[in-house]
């Protein structure tokens, strides 16, 4: 049975915009020793901004088209951000053939065309070589046909209160705080820097995110709790196989709801912060 506590411990925690589906999470909160984090969405806005378009043998106007049309069935963050920078709305009669490929990009028939977007990696895949690029950004490359289109050049930003509240969860009581992302090294280690994180781990795919979970498992001592959060997409895996999983409410998705123990609905890690006073206060009284 769940001690009566803990449900005045919900009702709290959901007067400060954060959901716990049970009084068991709180507990589990309370124990939190390793913190895991997504970035898009979770440690940065999750609103990119286009700060270079390279194309190879077309305009940027058609680079930009073309990027705006195969995205425009998805929900990732870097698809919303290459639509807004577009600013047209995708007649989508012309897209057919819809296809997500989870970390990577989508692909789709433009026009009776194939169109890619996505990684360097997902370039590779199709066997075509892609330039050097600028280190510093995320890059969303285009193809259509047998043909390499162009990258375009996007750039994120933390959350205003990312650093101050993971400096937080540390005073409450993380031991460790990592950073789990598919985007490329350069622009992870950026984000971390800004954000203060212990341990950054790039390029992994949905899959690979939920072994180094597995991992970071096994570091966890005794009685305490690993922690992942996420917007969930691409990562509700993850989010099903820590002790804790945490969902961006507003930006997030329907499966990051559904696949999270506990969701925070204003998206500010602020309030992870208050929510785990709470269980720590709950539990006080609990006891
Ligand atoms: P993150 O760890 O940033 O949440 P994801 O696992 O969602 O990353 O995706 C990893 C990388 O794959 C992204 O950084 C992006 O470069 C690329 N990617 C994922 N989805 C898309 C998409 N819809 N369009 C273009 N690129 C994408
Ligand atoms: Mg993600």
């Known amino acids: 049975s769940v001690p009566m506590g803990y449900?005045?411990?919900?009702g709290r925690a959901s007067r400060a915009g954060v959901l716990v589906k049970g009084g068991n999470y709180l507990e589990a909160l309370c124990h939190a020793e390793i913190a895991v984090f997504d970035k898009t969405g979770t440690l940065t806005r999750g609103k990119f901004r286009v700060v270079k378009l390279a194309p190879v043998s077309v305009s940027d106007k058609e680079l930009l088209e073309y990027a705006a049309l195969v995205e425009s069935l998805s929900s990732h963050p870097v698809a919303r951000s290459i639509r807004e920078a577009w600013g047209?709305?995708?007649?989508?009669?012309?897209?057919?053939e819809y296809t997500e490929l989870p970390g990577k990009g989508v692909r789709a028939r433009v026009d009776g065309q194939s169109v890619w977007a996505g990684t360097r990696i997902l370039m590779e895949d199709l066997g075509l070589s892609v330039p050097g690029d600028d280190p510093g950004e995320t890059?969303?490359?285009?193809a259509k046909g047998g043909a390499y289109l162009g990258g375009v050049f996007l750039r994120d930003?933390?959350?205003k209160d990312t650093?101050?509240?993971?400096?937080?969860l540390k005073s409450a009581g993380v031991r460790k705080t990592v950073m789990l992302t598919g985007d490329r090294e350069e622009v992870a280690a950026r984000i971390g820097k800004e954000a203060g994180i212990d341990e950054v781990v790039?390029?992994?795919?949905?899959?690979?995110k939920v072994s180094r979970i597995e991992v970071l498992l096994k570091e966890t001592s005794p009685g305490r709790t690993l922690l992942y959060a996420g917007d969930g997409i691409n990562d509700a895996p993850a989010l099903r196989r820590a002790d804790v999983g945490v969902a961006m409410g507003a930006l997030g998705s329907?499966?990051?709801?559904e696949a999270a123990d506990v969701v925070i609905m204003t998206d500010e890690l602020s309030s992870l912060v208050s929510a785990m006073k709470i269980a720590r206060s709950t539990r006080r009284i609990v006891q």
């Open 7 to 10: 449900f005045a411990g919900i």
């Open 88 to 96: 047209g709305s995708a007649d989508t009669t012309r897209i057919s």
């Open 139 to 142: 890059v969303v490359h285009v």
């Open 157 to 159: 930003t933390l959350k």
């Open 163 to 168: 650093a101050e509240a993971l400096r937080a």
């Open 202 to 208: 790039s390029g992994l795919l949905p899959i690979d």
């Open 254 to 257: 329907d499966a990051a709801m």
